[in-house]
């Protein structure tokens, strides 16, 4: 191919390159997808364009750009297929959560609504707003079985269309296959109302009745409408005696309401040209389409994708294909059917059935008046109905068949039709229909391998397809013109809706082209006679690049343009005009200055020529302007040959020696030499050119020695008449040689020419053997004789690479090299040319040199190579000789390298023995080796180890003698090879183990060569791999060190266990900056690059045991995954274990002295150090973190993530290094060592003083302190007393919680210890919280016994379906805004309706309304305006400060429900560790079951004041774990001596059932303790028996104490078999509330009874003294003696206070959306009134939330926990809820000596707390605002999820209780409202009110 053939080729294939890739770049279409979700349905609404995609759980709504409009959830929902709808989930126990398939999805136009069915409720439906599909409009409650619309079966199709009935009546035709559940009774075709109440029944509409439903099994495949009809198309048995399906079309009359004109007929489709008896059928339809007619002749049509069957089976099989049916023809079918059913007994001409009743009707086809059909076009009663024709509409497939065709949809255009086919492979096939033939034009691929929907839809332009695969929708554009970006793809795109617009210049609809109706303006893709604008002929079709010309172009069909438009000729950018004669175009090429420079490389340069019409390109080819002269440059040795074989008409001019394009050459010169192309002109051809042809003498020319060159040149008479002098050149290494040369013609050869060059001596200095040399010849100065083909020399040099005799006498003879001795003067021996040897040549080599020898040592067995390495060695491999230690050695000749090596194989010796090496060249003497070469027998004695994995990698140790003998050594073991490690040595072996398939013993073999040496009498075992079962713990900090223990099978076979972290990318800004906040961090090694992955080495203690110690990971890198590498098996942690391993980021901690941690920390020895910190216990347990002060250890009690513990010794210890005057206080985590500074004893008040004595007189002097104090305040002047009392009591109190600070920092260690157990307990069990039901019960309902929801319907049996329904109307009409507005407004008028009341009927209202939380919302959002009015007129401030309207109690059950999920997932935890943190520290004292009194407390009036002695008790308590004595656990349990026997027991049942509820439990009074000694010393216990003491009226309980049970005793709870007079009143009511009235009947003259303290005893001020100011004012300073009790418990409990409250108020966690939202309102009720007080918008925020909701549930978490709280407890906990509400008022919070100890006790906290507070309110009103929608979405996923919890019905009955109370109030304010007139709520109240109890009214 010629080069300008080759450019056009090449223009071309990039052109195609891009036109691909602008076509793949416009397969990006518009999706919507949801990858996690089923699509089941998509509908369109035709007046928005919005599109509605119905899936399973799930429906959207999209805009025409598949943008997201709206979303709801439509499950999944508690149901079962096998019940009916049901409220009470004890009606169908076998419910589950069941996914809600979306079986219909139907747009009603008429109605504007959306019609929804799924799968669930046995199919019911519901209809939502066009609008918004989140806005249901009608949704079926308590459905009837003729209300069940959707198959109930995932895999049944249903098919649905909503039409109106002449005279308006909407109606929804429905289609559903058979389904074997519940509703599996439901005829196949059933129609159903829209417009009317019951919606969605068919009572008394039409529905196709069947004899037996499986005897046809309808499968339903769509359904259409057209001019007032409906057809269905389905596939069905034929009958019950025949078993194939086959595929029908049924109609029906729109206003024909029961199915009277019903009639089917069957389709067939069969294969292209074959006939259906004989040929290939297709029975079961799978998609169709009905393509409207149009007003035209184009009527309707019908295309229906059909499979291939499986004989009586429905299932098709994957051959498909497409068959159409014009519905005339369809409609001719029924209605010659109808007729023939009508009129002639179903019989045609011939009296054969055409036509039948089916479907087991017992009717049959009549005689009726021939006009029958015409007179009844819908059919009537008296007509036979359902009608079956018999004879079959048949259709031939349009295509060949497609694979698995799933969807079809068509529309028409002009005379054509295109219908899109989608496939279960997810592609959409286009497919062009014309009245000839059908043809498949383009596919596209949807979704790779997912399944296109039959839901292919069209918009309402025609213009765009949105095709449903299973997890999106794509929209595509039904014609792709425009990403056809040249003419020959769009015309072989055979797309019909595509054409070439010519003078546009681009792919695009026929409308789209301005010039479409003139020709060949417009080149349709279809068109036979289509065919692009194409340059035919270009003349010249090249040109010289010195020349500018005219071009004339031939481009046949050319459009015609108007008058006054031109075209234009671009060549590349030079344009000119043109002239148009009919198809010859003429163009003016540019001037040469304006063409590109030439192609690199290339005498040409390709320009595009291109037809022009407005910058549009008509059509194009590539022009080429060549430059002749560039022959001289690109064929430098023959550029004359060069320029007249070049396909361009060029001229050798052969005196100026130039290029020309012209055939004349300068002035005067006639030696030309034409171009080949011009033949016949002579000269002409390369053939005629001076030329070099060959070397004549000999090519090898040897250095140091002159010699000639003679040469062939022809052609050279040219020169012979100018007289040239002529120069032979060679080129050498760089140097050039020019010589003189003699010019002779040879004899009897007219045009060859001898050419004689100087004789001359060569030389180069390369060290090459040869240099080619290039020889040409120049005529005079200038002029070069093209050389014909390579022509050159070989320079040689015979002593380059010939170092010695051999090598030189092994040179080809062709060299003439010999070994030239050195002269007598001393001079060396060389290889040189013959002629070049002044001395002797030396006929025979001297004796070989033998440089080396290896190896040195052999086997005796011989059979190894030895490879000798040397000089003069010889020439061939036959003339050497070679003996070895004496014993003859066998050269391998393939091995041999002349002179200098070789390789023999040695023989075998008898012995061991030495001796040298001999080489033996032909008769001169031997060379003999200066190392002698030794034969040993090497000997293997033992291996280590003896057994390794299957896995192989164990590094052997082959033990011996002589092992290194040889070099070729090989280690097996059995037939495996064993992988040489280290270097061998002479005593032992090392090589790793391969890979092995099975267990066993193997022998150990070595091979020295071909010998074989065994280790005797030694095996080596494979056993099986190591296997990993279990590794903790799963967690390390960044810096290792942490010991995960490895539990496992063969550990112990692993040689080198090792640990390995796989290491990834760096870690992320969030982790720096992190680690820029710590105050301390941990030292480390250094760092290494994140490339290597760090790797620790573990230890095996066992076989099943390994200990492995985490790597550090380098800074700045971040840890994959954990890898075990045992010797060859490698396991990550995650597959060993089941789940990841994790690091954190290394912890941190403060200094102890954190203002100048260069000071030393002073430590009172007794006391407890805390250390802070931050991530301490996420990578470490306290176990395994040491703490040491100098020597000595400091215990570590509890580790938090926060705080770390630790018991430090009592005596200072030694500092560790030598010097030190003081030890550092050292905490070590792994590979971390923390060093927090320098500890300072402080040891000077110790002495001799006892303990108890300094601990007495510090309490008594901080009394002392106090009551001074006081007494100082007393004299203060009034005006200043208030600040200086806060200030001091704020010391005081700092001062004695510095006292009591040791003792708090003791008792929070074992606080902390309990609630890590119990956290660990809770793992397990979990906290229990209260089911949602209970939980909505205690709140609504607090003190109700029979509450609501616990209670059924009250009515008799025979009125209750009347009174339910009655009930379902009440709670549709709460549904309606005006009515419940006014309902409340009117209840809360009446005096007589009680605060009581009021949040009775609020809490029953709420459980009413709870399936619809928004609708509650926004009335309680309308009744809080309403109020806010009333509270703006007078204080505002005031509002919600009580319960005292519905709405208060509205609201707080609104917060109850929203916060129910937080209250689980956040608050629950922190809530119950508070709990139980008080229930412990409570209990660890001795507490009075009398008084209630205890010694642990924080509420004075409950506080013990009286010392009592006591003493903690371990007992062992006898636990059944099974049935038998012998399945008895023991259980220890922690109690006090002074516990009373029931307080014993409910100690032990909650130490025994501490993972179950307390409602769970045994009670307490059903049990007896008894105590256990030896085999047969069995003591029941009790609070009251004959020991007990009574002295003076006073009886007191029985204690552990008084039975003398000692510590460690074991005891059991056995079932009570008596009654107990104590445990049965006394003890019951002290657990249940308040004593005093008890203890009041007892001073009447009874026995009174007593626990710790009687009750006179205790130090309190008598009623007799309180008269007097005086007195009142002592008696307040009495309990401050003992607030040091008080502080101590205060400061244990106070990290889980504040837990608690950082919970609530949402510190570092989002914040509930209810809350955000709620908010949000009461800030818009403010700026809506005008208030612009923040401390108003506090207040009502307080008030809302934390005093309404937290607080209560702060002193009562048996509102949310299933527990028992005493007393005791619940006083605490009114102390800390007491503490949240000073925190949450505005006012600043000061005390003095007037303020109750409770509030001293928190003092100092509250104002913490109160920013706490008002950062919580800042927080939340600078978030984002929460959205109506998100907020909906969030109420309605509530009501969901709580749907079965709460029962209505009672709820509706107790409300309708408090209406019929006040019914003639209600009544009257409902007439006299005007919104109430006009929708008759006052009428239907009296409807409701007859239902409910036959009420007589105005009706």
């Known amino acids: 191919m010629s080069p300008p053939l ?6 071309v294939q990039i052109f195609l390159l891009l036109s691909c890739l602008l076509q793949s770049y416009g397969q990006l279409f518009l999706t919507f997808s949801r990858p996690d979700t089923t699509f089941n349905h998509m509908t369109q609404d035709l007046q928005t364009g919005n599109l509605y995609v119905g899936a399973v759980n799930h429906i959207y709504q999209l805009g025409p750009e598949l943008e997201l409009i709206d979303e709801d959830s439509t499950g999944p ?50 209809k939502r707003s066009l609008e918004a599909v989140t806005q249901i409009l009608n949704q079926t409650e308590d459905p009837s079985d003729n209300q069940f619309v959707a198959a109930n079966d995932p895999k049944v199709n249903t098919v649905g269309l909503a039409a109106a009935t002449p005279d308006g009546q909407q109606l929804l035709f429905v289609g559903r296959g058979l389904t074997a559940k519940l509703s599996g009774g439901i005829p196949p075709i059933t129609i159903r109302q829209l417009d009317r109440p019951p919606v969605f029944t068919n009572e008394g509409l039409g529905k196709l009745v069947v004899g037996d439903f499986s005897d046809y099994d309808n499968r339903f495949v769509g359904v259409f409408s057209n001019e007032g009809h409906v057809y269905f198309l389905f596939f069905r048995r034929v009958a019950k005696s025949q078993m194939e399906y086959r595929t029908f079309v049924a109609r029906i009359c729109v206003s024909d309401l029961h199915l009277y004109s019903y009639v089917e007929v069957p389709l067939e489709c069969c294969a292209q040209g074959q006939s259906c008896d004989q040929g290939q059928r297709y029975p079961l339809a799978q998609a169709a389409y009905l393509m409207p007619g149009t007003e035209g002749e184009r009527k309707a049509e019908l295309f229906v994708v059909f499979a291939a069957g499986q004989g009586s089976t429905p299932a098709p099989e994957a051959e498909t294909t497409l068959c159409t049916y014009k519905l005339k023809d369809v409609d001719e079918k029924m209605e010659q059917a109808r007729r023939l059913c009508y009129t002639e007994e179903g019989k045609n001409e011939k009296g054969e059935e055409d036509a039948a009743i089916e479907y087991g009707v017992n009717s049959k086809c009549a005689r009726l008046p ?62 062009h229909l014309d009245s000839e033939n059908a043809h498949v034009y383009n596919t596209v691929t949807v979704r790779k391998d997912s399944a296109v929907q039959p839901d292919l839809l069209l918009d309402s332009h025609q213009r765009f397809l949105y095709v449903m695969t299973t997890s999106e929708v794509t929209r595509l554009p039904v014609a792709e013109c425009s990403m056809l970006p040249n003419c020959s793809s769009c ?12 003078l546009q210049g681009r792919c695009t609809e026929k409308r789209q082209c301005e010039r479409f109706e003139e020709t060949n303006h417009w080149l349709w893709s279809n068109g036979k006679d289509s065919q692009c604008p194409t340059i035919e002929t270009i003349d010249p079709a090249n040109q010289s690049r010195e020349e500018q010309t005219e071009v004339v172009l031939t481009v046949p069909h050319l459009p015609l343009i108007a008058e006054g438009e031109h075209f234009h000729c671009a060549f590349g950018d030079f344009l000119s005009l043109v002239t148009v ?29 291109a037809l022009l019409f407005n910058n549009v390109v008509i059509a194009s080819a590539g022009f080429a302007f060549y430059d002749c002269s560039a022959a001289l440059t690109l064929s430098v040795s023959s550029p004359c040959q060069s320029c007249v074989s070049s396909p361009w008409r060029c001229h050798w001019c052969l005196l100026s020696y130039s290029c020309v394009h012209t055939q004349t050459c300068g002035e005067g010169e006639t030696l030309i030499i034409h171009s080949q192309q011009d033949a016949e002109k002579e000269p002409s051809g390369p053939d005629s050119c001076p030329l070099l042809e060959r070397v004549e003498s000999s090519q090898l020319l040897p250095v140091g020695i002159k010699r000639e060159l003679d040469l062939i040149g022809s052609n050279l008479h040219w020169f012979q008449e100018r007289d040239f002098a002529y120069q032979c050149v060679l080129e050498v290494a760089g140097f050039t040689v020019v010589l003189r040369a003699e010019v002779d013609q040879l004899p009897n050869a007219d045009n060859l020419f001898r050419i004689y060059c100087q004789e001359h001596e060569y030389h180069y200095s390369l060290p090459e053997q040869e240099l080619p040399v290039t020889v040409y010849v120049k005529a005079g100065n200038t002029y070069r004789v093209d050389n014909k083909g390579d022509v050159h020399v070989t320079l040689y040099n015979c002593s380059v690479g010939h170092m010695d005799c051999s090598h030189c006498k092994a040179v080809d003879p062709k060299y003439s090299c010999v070994w030239c001795r050195g002269s007598e003067e001393g001079g060396s021996a060389n290889c040189v040319f013959k002629e070049l040897c002044m001395e002797k040549e030396t006929a025979v080599c001297p004796t070989p040199t033998i440089h080396s020898i290896v190896p040195l040592t052999g086997p005796l067995e011989g059979e190894i190579s030895l490879t000798i390495s040397g000089s003069n060695l010889g020439v061939k491999a036959d003339d050497v000789l070679v003996t070895v230690a004496g014993l003859p050695c066998s050269p391998v000749p393939i091995l041999y390298s002349v002179s200098t090596r070789v390789v023999c194989v040695i023989t075998a010796s008898e012995q061991e023995r030495s001796g040298p090496v001999e080489v033996s060249v032909g008769k001169r003497p031997p060379g003999i080796s200066s190392e002698n070469f030794t034969y040993q027998n090497p000997v293997l004695i033992g291996v280590s180890p003896k057994h390794g994995p299957m896995a192989g990698g164990t590094y052997l140790t082959i033990s011996g003698t002589k092992l290194l003998t040889g070099s070729d050594i090989t280690a097996f073991v059995g037939e495996l090879p064993c992988v040489l490690v280290d270097k061998i040595q002479d005593e032992q072996i090392v090589c790793s183990t391969s890979p092995s398939n099975d267990t066993g013993e193997l022998s150990v073999r070595v091979l020295y060569g071909q010998t074989v040496k065994v280790l005797e009498g030694i095996l080596f075992q494979y056993v099986e791999n190591p296997n990993i079962v279990s590794a903790q713990p799963t967690t390390s900090f960044y810096g290792g060190g942490r010991t995960i223990t490895v539990n496992g099978a063969n550990l112990d076979v692993v040689q080198e266990p090792v640990l390995k972290v796989i290491l990834g990318l760096q870690m992320g800004v969030s982790d720096k900056r992190r680690r820029r906040k710590r105050a301390l961090v941990a030292s480390s090694a250094s760092r290494v690059q994140c490339d290597v992955d760090p790797q620790e080495r573990c230890h095996s203690n066992s076989s099943q045991l390994l200990v492995c110690p985490t790597p550090e990971i380098p800074r700045g890198c971040h840890p994959l995954d954990l890898l075990f590498v045992l010797d060859n098996v490698m396991v ?11 690091y954190y980021v290394n912890p941190s901690m403060k200094p102890l002295f954190k203002d100048d941690p260069s000071k030393p920390y002073s430590l009172k020895p007794g006391n407890v150090l805390d250390i802070e910190g931050e991530d301490l216990n996420l990578g470490i347990t306290k176990e395994e973190v040491v703490a040491m002060i100098g020597n000595g250890i400091c215990v570590v009690k509890t580790l938090t993530k926060n705080h770390l513990y630790c018991v430090p010794p009592l005596t200072p210890p030694q500092p560790l290094e030598e010097g030190a005057a003081l030890p550092e206080f050292v905490v070590r985590m792994g590979n971390l060592k923390f060093t927090l500074g320098q500890v300072k004893y402080d040891t000077e008040g110790q002495s001799s003083f006892p303990p108890e004595a300094q601990i007495g007189l510090g309490v008594a002097a901080a009394m002392v302190v106090f009551i001074v104090l006081i007494i100082i305040f007393m004299y203060r002047r009034k005006s200043k007393q208030a600040m200086r009392d806060y200030k001091k009591v704020l010391v005081q109190l700092e001062n004695l919680e510095i006292s009591v600070g040791d003792q708090c920092r003791k008792e929070f260690t074992d606080l902390m210890t309990e609630m890590m157990d119990l956290t660990s307990d809770l793992e397990g069990t979990g906290i229990p919280f209260l089911d949602y039901r209970t939980y909505v019960e205690r709140i609504f309902f607090p003190g109700h016994t029979g509450s609501p929801l616990c209670r059924n319907l009250d009515v008799p049996e025979t009125r209750r379906s009347t009174v339910e329904q009655g009930l379902t109307q009440l709670s549709n009409l709460l549904n309606n805004k005006v009515f419940l507005i006014k309902l409340i407004h009117t209840l809360e008028k009446q005096q007589t309706f009680s605060q009581r009341d009021r949040c009775h009927a609020a809490s029953l209202l709420t459980v009413v309304l709870h399936g619809k939380l928004e609708y509650l919302t926004d009335i309680m959002k309308r009744l809080l305006g309403d109020l806010a009015e009333q509270y703006v ?91 038998g004595e012998s399945q008895q656990q023991r259980v220890p349990v922690r109690v006090l001596d002074t516990d009373t026997i029931t307080q014993v027991k409910e100690k032990i049942l909650d130490q025994v059932y501490k993972g179950t509820p307390y409602s769970q439990r045994p009670s307490v009074h059903s049990l007896d303790l008894e105590w256990r000694s030896g085999v047969a010393g069995h003591l029941t216990l009790s609070d009251e028996d004959l020991t007990s003491v009574t002295q003076n009226q006073w009886k007191r309980i029985n204690t552990l104490y008084h039975y003398k049970v000692p510590d460690g005793a074991t005891v059991a709870l056995i079932p009570r078999l008596h009654n107990n007079i104590l445990d049965n009143g006394t003890s019951q009511s002290f657990l249940s509330g308040e004593q005093t009235p008890m203890l009041e009947d007892g001073e009447e003259g009874g026995i009174r009874l007593w626990h710790l303290v009687k009750a006179t005893e205790e130090p309190e001020v008598s009623k007799q003294r309180r008269s007097s100011l005086k007195e009142r004012e002592r008696a307040k300073a009495i309990p401050e003696i003992y607030l040091t009790r008080l502080l101590s418990m205060k400061g244990t409990l106070q990290k889980f206070v504040d837990d608690a409250f950082q919970v609530i108020l949402c510190v570092n966690r989002p914040v509930p959306i209810a809350v955000k939202y709620y908010f949000d309102f009461l800030d818009e009720m403010a700026d809506k009134h005008g208030i612009e007080d923040q401390e108003t918008t506090h207040i009502w925020k307080t008030n809302s939330l934390l005093l309404r909701f937290w607080v209560l549930i702060l002193k009562n978490p048996q509102l949310i926990f299933d527990v028992q709280v005493s007393d005791n407890v619940d006083s605490i906990l009114s102390v800390i809820a007491q503490t949240f509400i000073d925190s949450c008022t505005v006012a600043e919070h000061k005390v003095g000596r007037d303020s109750p100890v409770n509030k001293l006790l928190y003092a100092r906290e509250i104002p913490r707390y109160k920013q706490l507070v008002e950062k919580y309110y800042m927080d939340i009103q600078q978030t984002i605002p929460a959205s109506y929608q998100e907020m909906n979405s969030s109420l309605t996923e509530l009501s969901v999820n ?9 709820a509706l009955q107790e409300l309708y209780n408090y209406i019929n109370k006040y019914y003639d109030q209600i009544i009257t304010a409902l007439e006299e409202d005007p919104m109430g007139q006009k929708q008759q709520l006052a009428y239907r109240l009296q409807q409701i009110a007859a239902v409910v109890e036959n009420k007589v009214t105005d009706l």
């Open 1433 to 1523: 007129v007078k204080n505002p401030k005031l509002m919600l400060r009580r319960t005292e309207t519905m709405v208060e109690k509205l609201l707080t059950n609104w917060m109850a429900i929203c916060l129910y999920s937080f209250l689980r997932e956040a608050a629950g935890e922190p809530l119950y560790m508070l709990f139980r943190a008080i229930k412990y520290q409570v209990d660890k004292g001795p507490v009075d079951t009398v008084t209630g009194k205890a010694k642990r407390t924080l509420n004075d009036s409950r506080l013990l004041r009286e010392d009592i002695e006591y003493h903690a008790m371990m007992l062992t308590v006898l636990v059944k774990s099974g049935s």
């Open 1132 to 1142: 990550t942690f995650k597959n060993a274990t089941g789940e990841p391993f994790k």
């Open 491 to 502: 015309l072989q795109s055979r797309d019909p809706f595509c054409g070439w617009c010519v």
């Open 370 to 431: 021939n006009d029958s059909p015409i007179k009844n076009p819908c059919g009537g009663e008296h007509t036979p109905s359902p009608i079956v024709g018999q004879v079959s509409l048949v259709a031939q497939s349009l295509l060949p068949e497609l694979p698995q065709l799933s969807a079809v949809v068509a529309l028409a255009e002009e005379d054509y039709t295109v219908v899109f086919l989608g496939d279960s492979a997810g592609h959409l096939h286009k497919v």
């Open 77 to 126: 929902r508690l149901d079962s297929p096998d019940c009916l709808p049901f409220r009470d989930l004890h009606d169908c126990p076998q419910a589950q959560m069941m996914d809600n398939t979306n079986k219909l999805l139907v747009v009603n136009e008429v109605g504007q609504e959306l019609i929804v069915c799924g799968q669930i409720f046995q199919g019911v439906c519901e």
């Open 6 to 11: 080759q450019v056009i080729a090449m223009d």
């Open 1842 to 1850: 709580h749907a079965t919890d709460l029962n209505c019905l009672v």
């Open 581 to 609: 004669h009919e198809m010859q175009i003429i163009c003016t090429s540019p001037p040469p200055d304006q063409l590109p420079v030439n192609q690199v490389g290339k005498d040409y340069v390709t320009v595009r020529l």
